[in-house]
Nanobody
């Protein structure tokens, strides 16, 4: 089992930036990929980005790839999501996930964090 703890969420004005962090502990060696998803009120959970642990390959939701960047720090077992030029529609709870597949499909991820709220004001 992998434990994931997100941090870095908060309130930011439109056009601003935030960096989310996700610290992993436990059986981290079994992970192939870590990802970020988000869920806005009344909407389904949405894929944001994923990164493969072995070679740092990344994949993004098309609508977000120009503004969001996923990265990792192996030594700290931590994944980051840098979010720039934030818009009110980016408001959501952001979740970190870890799993054995490099995928944009949420059901393929085994471990999830508790989520961190990101609110973008207009």
């Amino acid at each position: 089992q992998v434990q994931l703890v997100e941090s870095g969420g908060g309130l930011v004005q439109a056009g601003g930036s935030l960096r989310l962090s996700c610290a992993a502990s436990g059986r981290t060696f079994s992970n192939i990929a870590m990802a970020w998803f988000r869920q806005a009120p009344g909407k389904e959970r949405e894929f944001v980005a994923t990164i493969r642990w072995t070679d740092t390959s990344t994949y993004y939701a098309d609508s977000l790839k120009d503004r969001f960047t996923i990265s990792r720090d192996n030594a700290k077992n931590t994944v980051y999501l840098q979010m720039n030029s934030l818009k009110p529609e980016d408001t959501a709870v952001y979740y970190c996930a870890a799993g054995r597949y490099y995928s944009s499909t949420s059901r393929l991820y085994d471990s999830w964090g508790q989520g961190t709220q990101v609110t973008v004001s207009s």
